[in-house]
């Protein structure tokens, strides 16, 4: 079921924020020329936080030993290790809604 999470103007083209839903902590980030999309916010290397990660407009890199990702589908870039798993996510009326239901966070094997 989808959850209200925040404002759609609290989020601009290129840029990125987390967000907690359900208890899932949550990056939200809108690449360059794409839509809002909903990936864990916990990195797959070792289960920090995404806080601080940095967003070029298409590349998220974590910011503890740089892994990147592909903003549009939360696939590695590098390593390949494990992808980001992805939240469904809709925005009606100026608002971000998120399921959560069945998504958890994927880690890399250790
Ligand atoms: S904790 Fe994210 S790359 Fe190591």
């Known amino acids: ?3 209200r999470v925040c404002k759609e103007d609290t ?7 987390l967000v907690i839903a359900n208890s899932h902590v ?12 909903a990936f864990q916010g916990v990195c797959p290397h070792t289960n920090t936080p995404l806080a601080e990660a940095d967003f070029d ?6 910011p503890s030993h740089s892994w990147t990702w592909d903003a549009m589908t939360g696939e590695p870039i590098h390593p390949k290790e494990c992808w980001l798993a992805e939240y469904p996510v809709k925005v009606d009326g100026g608002i971000i809604y998120i399921d959560t239901e069945g998504v958890s966070p994927l880690f890399a094997p250790r």
């Open 1 to 3: 079921m989808f959850g």
């Open 11 to 17: 989020i601009v083209e290129g840029g990125m924020r």
């Open 26 to 37: 949550i990056i939200l980030a809108w690449p360059d020329n794409g839509v809002i999309k």
């Open 57 to 62: 407009g298409a590349v998220l890199t974590c």
